[in-house]
């Protein structure tokens, strides 16, 4: 093989340099662009977000007087609504002034709609927001087994649950296909998606991205 040429070397280093020089500068005008670039669109010509946002049977945490209200829509099967929770709950945590209320929205089959069942049928028993935690990080098939397992993890009764279930099931199917007629009337186009107050962001985002949001939804209010 012929040796490289001394210019041709240099030059090749020059490129490299160029090259990464380019690419270090392209990743910081990115950055930029993230924390400065609109962080949801506002849907309050939908007509709809009074009645997402003041809805007294999604399951909620928070300050029922919170400055703010978001609403999350979400799939437990969803690979998004989970890498995103975690940066949900820290900035949620961090603002201490946020009302949250959990639309389940199954999207992605049979067994993310028997979840979605099992997550409402909680709410007698008041373990929603600990069953949802655990349905958003533990893996699992979402089967019986692995529903039952999360719903004693939670310290709930499985027996009650599935007897709650039984008997409500009308209910909850008709409270998940108002969650679904919720994100038609804002244009959701799947999950997750984050209504706070009038800005709808989708998709997963960072902790930072989450408190500009709320500020930005405060701001619009």
């Known amino acids: 093989m012929e040796p490289a040429h001394p210019d041709r070397r240099r030059f090749d280093r020059r490129a490299l340099l160029t090259l990464g020089a380019a690419g270090a500068a ?17 849907v309050r010509a939908s007509g709809a977000v009074a009645a997402i946002l003041d809805d007294p049977d999604a399951p909620a945490i928070g ?17 998004a609504c989970r890498h995103g929770f975690p940066a949900l709950g820290e900035a949620v945590a961090a603002d201490g002034d946020v009302r949250l209320l959990f639309k389940d929205w199954p999207i992605f089959g049979a067994p993310s709609i028997r979840a979605a069942r099992v997550a409402l049928a909680s709410v007698p028993q008041g373990i929603y927001p600990a069953l949802h935690r655990r349905m958003m990080t533990a893996p699992g098939a979402f089967d019986p ?3 039952r397992a999360a719903v004693s993890g939670a310290g709930g009764d499985w027996i009650r649950l599935l007897a709650d279930l039984s008997a409500q099931r009308e209910r909850i199917d008709a409270q998940l296909r108002r969650h679904a007629s919720e994100a038609g ?37």
Not at 195 to 219: C, H, Q, Y
């Open 26 to 42: 392209g990743w910081a005008v990115g950055r930029v662009l993230s924390r400065t670039a609109p962080v949801g669109r506002d």
């Open 63 to 79: 300050p029922a007087n919170a400055s703010l209200r978001l609403a999350v829509f979400s799939d437990y099967r969803c690979p």
């Open 145 to 147: 087994a692995h529903l």
């Open 185 to 221: 009337s804002i244009a959701l186009p799947g999950t997750p998606g984050y209504l706070a107050g009038s800005l709808l962001t989708v998709g997963a985002i960072d902790a930072s991205a989450f408190a500009r949001l709320f500020a930005a939804a405060r701001k619009a209010a």
